[in-house]
T-cell receptor
Framework: DVKVTQSSRYLVKRTGEKVFLECVQD?????MFWYRQDPGLGLRLIYF???????EKGDIPEGYSVSREKKERFSLILESASTNQTSMYLC?????????????FGDGTRLSIL | TQLLEQSPQFLSIQEGENLTVYCNSS?????LQWYRQEPGEGPVLLVT?????EVKKLKRLTFQFGDARKDSSLHITAAQTGDTGLYLC???????????FGRGTSLIVHP
């Protein structure tokens, strides 16, 4: 089974801090994604990466950046955390082998910015 | 931008009841996935449908992909408390890397 591991289940940070969320997948998937999930708004795509060192902005990239130096790891960075970035963050990976490949999700990081 | 509309947004039922969740779009999808997300967890894949008119069954869950591949439904027979969760549909088209997600249906099954 594919395993997508997010470094923290819960995280509390202060306004203005630089925050790193880490995600590792063990199935050599090309694509990786970062979403945030808020009640009533569903999953919103922040950034995705279609391969190593490649990244593309999603629907809500403002205030975030990403890094993908190795295929298995995709990091989300909050440059200067703000209270409106309090949310559930989900990482996902996906294989490019076949057009109907699903995404595999981590268990999420519930981030609170105080 | 492709949109996937899910309905209903919320559903609260008693154990043993049947229910249907809908996922509709004006766009054609080459494949569509259904996921279930339990509180505090990430979404987990239930099924992928790829052929128009396709019906797939997973125990008490029946998934259907519309003939035109623009819509899908999930029917649960004799719901159990373990079915409680957020049900998400996600559609993919062509060679896009990015699936389109519906906003989800939050299901609560009461004992």
């Amino acid at each position: 089974d594919v395993k997508v591991t997010q470094s923290s289940r819960y995280l509390v940070k202060r306004t203005g801090e630089k925050v790193f969320l880490e995600c590792v997948q063990d199935m050599d998937h090309e694509n990786m994604f970062w979403y945030r999930q808020d009640p009533g708004l569903g999953l919103r795509l922040i950034y995705f990466s279609y391969d190593v060192k490649m990244k593309e902005k999603g629907d809500i990239p403002e205030g975030y950046s990403v890094s993908r130096e190795k295929k298995e790891r995709f990091s989300l960075i909050l440059e200067s955390a703000s209270t409106n970035q309090t949310s559930m963050y989900l990482c996902a990976s996906r294989s490019l082998q076949g057009a109907s490949q699903p995404q595999h999700f981590g268990d999420g990081t519930r981030l609170s910015i105080l | 931008t492709q949109l996937l509309e899910q309905s209903p947004q919320f559903l609260s039922i008693q154990e043993g009841e049947n229910l249907t969740v809908y996922c509709n779009s004006s766009s054609v999808f080459s494949s569509l996935q259904w996921y279930r997300q339990e509180p505090g967890e990430g979404p987990v894949l239930l099924v992928t449908v790829v052929t128009g008119g396709e019906v797939k069954k997973l125990k008490r869950l029946t998934f259907q992909f519309g003939d035109a591949r623009k819509d899908s439904s999930l029917h649960i027979t004799a719901a159990q408390t373990g079915d409680t969760g957020l049900y998400l549909c996600a559609g993919a088209s062509g060679g896009s890397y990015i699936p389109t997600f519906g906003r989800g249906t939050s299901l609560i099954v009461h004992p």
